[in-house]
């Protein structure tokens, strides 16, 4: 079983308040330790959401002994209106979406989300549709892969970086980890210590172009704002500054609209403290926003 600790779990109870009871959507279930997390701390019922079938087996072994108290729903987040109307649920009483690629996903074998081992170029989060990253590096335009990593992945070198993947994949397609890697390296002048594998960048830049990681994110808050009754509370997690812009700014919008039905708890992002950063690295980045509907 591939070791998986959810973040900012006690911060995220604190501010949903499972002890009430009542319905919860996890709309990234993912392993499934924030909704385990959420039913040991007084939730009802989970509706847990994931793209991810392979996440969807695992949560659902994890939270086995949880019974009917738990429904797993193959979906995207973005989904949330359509899932719940189909159920006939109107609001529900609190809604959390980590949206970081979980460990599953970074640990797994074949999924090419990381060049820490040698794999097939995939990075697709739903394995069952759509193109993989090695099809959208070979057929994309070197103006769309460095407007791509420059806008995704912020990296300074981007176009270097796409006109050295262009030159790469005429010689031989472009299908693994391992060699993206070695290329995006080659590309990335090096000038003293650096903090962060050069090719870094480039693959969250791939990823969240694949797939679609910040289209409808706005959208998506909104949905997640309006179907929750009065007094429950969304939270959010994010890994990386481009979404926590738009969770921070669609947060503040609602907070300001003509209703006025929104309110921001979280003036600033809460962040994970020394000690959960020391047993748990991959949560240096995550940062927390919540919202409580009032009216």
């Not at 979980?102 to 394995?127: I, V």
């Not at 995704?152 to 970086?161: A, I, L, Q, T």
């Not at 990386?240 to 006025?260: C, M, N, P, Q, Y």
Request: aromatic share 4%; hydrophobic share 45%; net charge positive.
């Amino acid at each position: 079983m591939i070791g998986h600790v959810p973040v900012l779990t006690a911060e995220a109870l604190q501010y949903l308040q499972p002890g009430r009871g009542g319905l919860f959507v996890d709309c990234t279930i993912g392993l499934g330790g924030h909704t385990r997390a959420l039913l040991e701390g007084g939730a009802t019922r989970v509706i847990g959401l994931d793209r991810d079938p392979a996440a969807l087996t695992a949560a659902g072994a994890a939270l086995a002994s949880w019974g009917d108290k738990v429904e797993l729903v193959h979906a995207d987040f973005r989904m949330l209106d359509a899932i719940l109307d189909a159920r006939g649920i109107q609001v529900v009483d609190g809604a959390l979406a980590d949206l970081g690629v979980s460990s599953l996903q970074l640990d797994g074998p074949n999924r090419g989300f990381s060049f820490q081992r040698d794999e097939p170029l995939d990075m697709r989060m739903d394995t069952t549709m759509g193109e993989t990253a090695a099809d959208i590096v070979s057929r994309s335009t070197e103006q769309e892969l460095a407007d791509a990593i420059y806008k995704y992945g912020e990296e300074r070198f981007s176009r270097r970086v796409a006109r050295a993947i262009v030159v790469a994949r005429r010689a031989e397609p472009i299908a693994t980890t391992g060699r993206l890697a070695a290329i995006v390296r080659r590309a990335v002048p090096r000038r003293g210590y650096q903090r962060i594998d050069p090719a870094t960048r480039t693959f969250q830049a791939l990823r969240i172009w694949l797939n679609r990681e910040l289209e409808g994110l706005d959208r998506f808050l909104e949905a997640a704002a309006r179907r929750l009754r009065r007094g429950a509370r969304l939270v959010v997690i994010t890994f990386h500054s481009l979404e926590d812009r738009i969770v921070k700014h669609t947060l503040r919008a609602l907070a300001a609209g003509t209703d006025a039905s929104l309110a921001v708890l979280t003036k600033k992002p809460v962040v994970p403290g020394a000690s959960e950063v020391e047993h748990n690295p991959r949560a240096r980045s995550a940062k927390l926003r919540a919202a409580e509907r009032v009216a």
